[in-house]
């Protein structure tokens, strides 16, 4: 098919409310206007929103959980661009379709991600604006920042095609500085500007082989970062099973989890969220209703009723709040962070509904309940 016949080429949508009747919605220029009005529309998103989903006595200040930045935002412009795919897979054969998403990346055991050097500065304008993406919103700030390190400079002269619209691409750039313009089928549709919020382009070709939806031309010389589809997935590939094994070990010394199999824990490992906590901030209040576990990932905490610490401080590989998943018991003691804390977390809401409730565990070893009981009957939960 022609370009010509692909910018013509209308797709249609089942309606909602006649299961058999299709009607016509929006022609391949519609979808990409849209699309492409996104990086029209930076100066109404101010700066970034965290999530305040921690139980009661803690201020939001003081904890944050990863992936919580505009995600709202992100989800619009992620569904336009899944939008804009499906009319390109459209007019394509079956064969084409599957092709769509990119090849496995192979793991090499001696591989090492790449690290290009750059300034305090650079790194954090980095950071600042891959958070604004929702590709890389749940990430953990130990993957972001070897991403981080691996962004390679990339300078750009003025008149400069940085990407070019059909052709295939595997870069995703960041704008440090400078001016592009952003065109489709030759025409303008507006501007990424290195100072504005949405100063990033390409990050589907991370994820995807499919061709560029547009071009993006330097309106004046410009310096941006860029990073490659190989290493992107390769690191994610290598942390999440370096992660999942950290927290597989962590949930085997945990008495209650005993009874799950090797799957079930997989299941729990990949259900943890990570919040952090700064000095001083109260993770869980004596008395107060909760249901979440909680796995000290790194940091210090300690407890206390009243004002007396009540057992040794807990650290790295040590957890509380287990019984939390299966009872509705009120808390027996706060729990709060000495130094800045990292844990990961599971509620029992998710727990139930990945893998039925915990009492159905506990009734096939019955006797290591009792005798966790009997071994922890001051247990803080």
Known sequence: ??????????????????????????????????????????????????????????????????????????????????????????????????????????????WTPPVHPKSDQDEHAIRRSIRRNLLFSNISEETLQILVNAMKYVAVKKGTDVIVQ????????????????????????????????????????????????????????????????VTFKRVLMDTTIKQRQLYLDFLDQVPIFSTLSQYEKMIVAD??????????????????????????????VMCTKGHDEVSARLGSGDFFGELALITNDLRMASVTAVRKTKCLVLDRKTFKRLLGPMQEHLRKRADLYELYMSAHPTRFN
């Open 1 to 110: 098919m022609s370009e010509k016949d692909l910018d013509a080429k209308q797709y249609v949508v089942r309606d909602a409310k006649n299961d058999g009747d299709y009607s016509y919605k929006e022609d391949h220029d519609d979808i990409m206007t849209k699309k492409l009005k996104v990086f029209q529309s930076d100066s109404k998103y101010g700066g970034s929103t965290l999530h305040d989903d921690h139980e009661p006595g803690m201020d939001s200040d003081e904890c944050y959980t990863e992936g919580d930045d505009d995600s709202d935002r992100d989800d619009l412009d992620d569904e336009v661009d899944m939008r804009e795919i499906a009319v390109r897979l459209g007019s394509k054969s079956a064969t084409h379709r599957r092709s769509v998403v990119s090849s496995f990346v192979p793991m090499d055991a001696a």
């Open 166 to 229: 059909g052709e295939a691409g595997d870069l995703f750039y960041i704008i440090d500085s400078g001016v592009c313009e952003v065109l489709l089928n030759g025409r303008v549709f507006g501007e990424i500007d290195g100072t504005s919020e949405r100063n990033f382009f390409g990050e589907l070709a991370l994820l995807y082989d499919s061709p560029r939806a547009a071009t993006i031309r330097a309106l004046t010389d410009i310096e941006c970062w860029s990073l490659d589809r």
């Open 271 to 300: 259900a943890l969220r990570v919040r952090y906590y700064e000095p001083g901030a109260r993770i869980i209040e004596e008395g107060s209703a909760g249901d979440d576990f909680y796995i000290v990932e790194d940091g210090e």
